[in-house]
């Protein structure tokens, strides 16, 4: 019994100290979730394995400058009608055979195949390096914007907070002035109401932010069930208003089409299919190849001259039956079908749709970097308003509730000075965040994301 005992405790402090651990919380930084996005995101390990394949690719194009070399062995036991050299006539009898060849070739001209395909190879591992380093931008985009919103949502319920227990606090001070007689009843049910809306709209904020959460966390890949603190960083003295200053469009634009990864995956791109171009019109030449091979066998019907019994195996496999060879071969292409002409012509084609989905992306960019400078520039006058009317707001909802304490202002005008008020914080803290999300996005369409120290 005190062995079951000691046993079920066992297990039972076994069992608390799992559920212990499964509920402690994660501190996760901006930095952090970018490390941790660029480690588990699916899509930018698929573009790891796309790289990885475009480096064998190359050794192979390199192994295509070798030989090829080809070994067989073969043996056969024949039964039936076949000529005995001692007899010199044709028997009823049963025979062994083995034989082995090893053979060599090697393509001495082919217009250059190998070579250009090497360097078609090359310029694709160039454009899957590119390809990565895209994929890594838009995993740290997502992940810093993610982020972003839920700060946005935090600051936004942080405000309803304030604003439901101010509209608590006045509630309480309205129920004492009517029980002593100074106020209407009706401004007690007007503040009660008042107190429900705010209550509603908290709720909904708070819906808000757990979505939110929940939408980092499925941007990080990471366990749904587990709890997590996200640190909130120093955001508002890393805003400069002022630089915009330093941003000139056309510099923005030369930097964007320079710099952007996708452009260079796609002029890469470009280079490879030349190169595959050049291939196929290399098949409208002559190809010259040369070869080398040796063979032997081994048959246990085979004699020497004037001598009777079979050969040894030795002598007939290394010596008598060896037979080596080497020549030269040309090939050249008359009539196929109009299969190499359709095939060159499917090579054009396919690198003129490269070519025009480039230059259709270089407008993308540039109507992208223009979109994103005219957004930022108007969200810094946005920022630079809404802080003025907060200030502004905040006076006027002060001056109200003086105005009412004293009894010189009525509840409907102490209300709307609040909803102002709050208004106007969730107009400055938008604009705040807005602005910090366009410098963000500036940096993306610029290609400058590279995830080594993400910032607000």
């Known amino acids: 019994m005190k062995r079951f005992t000691s046993s079920t405790l066992l297990i039972a402090l076994v069992f608390s100290a799992g559920n212990l651990m499964a509920q402690e919380t994660r501190t996760i930084s901006l930095q952090e979730a970018v490390e941790i996005a660029l480690e588990n995101n699916y899509q930018l390990k698929q573009a790891q394995n796309n790289l990885a394949l475009a480096e064998y690719r190359i050794n192979s194009e390199y192994a295509d400058f070798l030989p090829s070399v080809n070994s067989s062995l073969s043996g056969s036991r024949r039964s039936g009608q076949q000529f005995v050299q001692e007899e010199v006539s044709f028997s009823n009898v049963v ?90 009843t009706v401004d007690q049910y007007n503040q009660e109401a008042t107190v429900a809306n705010n209550e509603l709209l908290l709720t909904q904020q708070e819906n808000a932010l757990k979505f939110s959460k929940l939408l980092l966390i499925r941007q990080l890949q990471i366990d749904p069930m587990g709890e997590y603190e996200f640190v909130v960083p120093d955001i508002e003295s890393n805003v400069d208003q002022e630089f915009a200053q330093n941003y000139s469009l056309s510099e923005l634009i030369d930097q964007a089409l320079l710099n952007r990864a996708d452009l260079k995956s796609a002029m890469a791109n470009i280079r490879s299919l030349e190169y595959q171009l050049m291939i196929t019109k290399a098949n409208l030449y002559p190809s010259v190849s040369a070869s080398a091979s040796i063979s032997s066998s081994y048959s246990d019907r085979y004699s020497l001259p004037g001598e009777t019994g079979t050969a040894p195996f030795n002598d007939q496999f290394f010596d008598i039956q060896v037979n080596k060879s080497l020549g030269f071969s040309v090939s050249v292409p008359i009539f196929q079908n109009w299969n190499r002409m359709t095939s060159i012509q499917s090579s054009k084609v396919q690198l003129k749709n490269a070519e025009l989905n480039l230059d259709n992306s270089k407008l993308q960019v540039i109507q992208e970097v223009t979109q994103a400078y005219n957004d930022y520039t108007s969200y810094i006058k946005q920022l630079e308003t809404s802080e003025k009317s ?43 965040f807005n602005l910090i999300f366009q410098e963000k996005l500036l940096d993306y369409y610029l290609g400058k994301l590279s995830g080594e120290s993400v910032e607000f």
Request: net charge negative; proline share 2%.
């Open 95 to 184: 025979s062994q055979s083995v034989g082995g060849s090893l053979s060599a070739n090697i393509p001495i001209f082919n217009g250059f195949e190998n070579i250009r395909s090497l360097r078609s190879s090359e310029q694709s591992k160039i454009s899957e390096e590119e390809n990565l380093r895209r994929a890594k931008e838009q995993v740290i985009f997502n992940t810093a914007s993610n982020y972003l919103q839920m700060l946005v949502d935090m600051e936004l319920l942080e405000i309803r907070r304030e604003n439901l227990e101010s509209s608590r606090q006045q509630l309480e001070q309205v129920r004492a002035q009517v029980e002593v007689g100074s106020r209407p």
């Open 390 to 432: 907060l200030i502004a707001s905040e006076r006027a909802y002060e001056t109200q509730q003086a105005r009412y304490n004293a009894g010189s202002s009525t509840l409907i005008e102490l209300s709307q000075a609040q909803a102002s008020y709050v208004e106007a914080q969730s107009n400055y803290t938008q604009a705040q």
